[in-house]
């Protein structure tokens, strides 16, 4: 925490489940922990940063991608498809990986400009020169995702893991050693990543708009949640009287 990586202190807590407040009219929180939305910024697309910001720490500090490279993004849940973005500023060429009932949400991503996957990316991974892809984001749930992203990265290349996978993984990580890949875990995010991402969304370079399905009164938070447990919509809003 001295080093301000308070994503990273293991005694953290968090408003809500470690620190009483959060679903209260008022919250008294430290000044340290408050930043400024921008004027030009809308409540509502505001809403976004805290995802938005595990994203740009995920690509932007741990992956560092860089313009001309090949990136695929496994997932499309919010964060994925906001790392799918994220490496789309970067200059990257872009495909997002999802399964046949997440076809909802992968035609929301197609609003990002990267390529659509379903299922497999073998073939995308090794279209260029056969070896595979520079960078492979992990934003999926599960564990196995991981042996996915070692089969479609390429040799000296660079896999991050954001996604968390409890399971146990059952496989050989041979192939992170044969191929010299780095394996990088990113987790959350800090001050200096939250005033980033505001500027971007500020500025219109990071637009969320497409992935708000929706803004909900708060009586409603059931069907907003269903909305986006559903695969309807990526996410929903809830907006208090």
């Not at 073939?123 to 991981?146: F, K, M, P, R």
Request: glycine share 10%; with cysteine; charged share 20%.
């Amino acid at each position: 925490s001295r080093q301000g990586l308070y994503n990273l202190d293991p005694d953290r807590k968090g408003f809500g489940y470690g620190v009483n407040g959060a679903m209260t009219r008022f919250v008294k929180v430290p000044a340290r922990c408050l930043h400024k939305i921008p004027e030009n910024l809308s409540f509502e697309q505001a809403c976004l940063t805290e995802p938005c910001s595990v994203a740009y720490n995920a690509v932007i500090t741990n992956s560092k991608i860089r313009p001309g490279d090949r990136v695929i993004v496994i997932g499309p849940g919010t964060i994925g498809i906001l790392c799918a973005a994220m490496a789309q500023l970067c200059g990257a060429h872009v495909a997002l990986v999802g399964l046949k009932k997440d076809a909802e949400r992968l035609s929301i991503a197609k609003q990002y400009g990267c390529d659509i996957i379903v299922d497999d990316a073998t073939q995308w991974a090794l279209e260029q020169d056969g070896l595979g892809v520079d960078c492979v984001i992990d934003a999926a749930g599960v564990s196995e995702t991981l042996k996915l992203a070692l089969k479609w990265v390429r040799p000296n290349g660079h896999i991050t893991k954001v996604g968390w996978g409890p399971q146990p993984f059952n496989h050989s990580l041979d192939a992170l050693v044969q191929k010299n890949v780095t394996l990088q875990g990113s987790f959350s995010h800090n001050w200096p990543v939250w005033e980033k991402v505001l500027s971007l969304l500020a500025t219109g370079r990071l637009d969320v708009r497409p992935i708000i399905g929706g803004i909900w009164p708060l009586e409603q938070w059931n069907e907003a949640f269903e909305a986006m447990h559903s695969g309807k919509v990526v996410k929903s809003i809830l907006k208090p009287n």
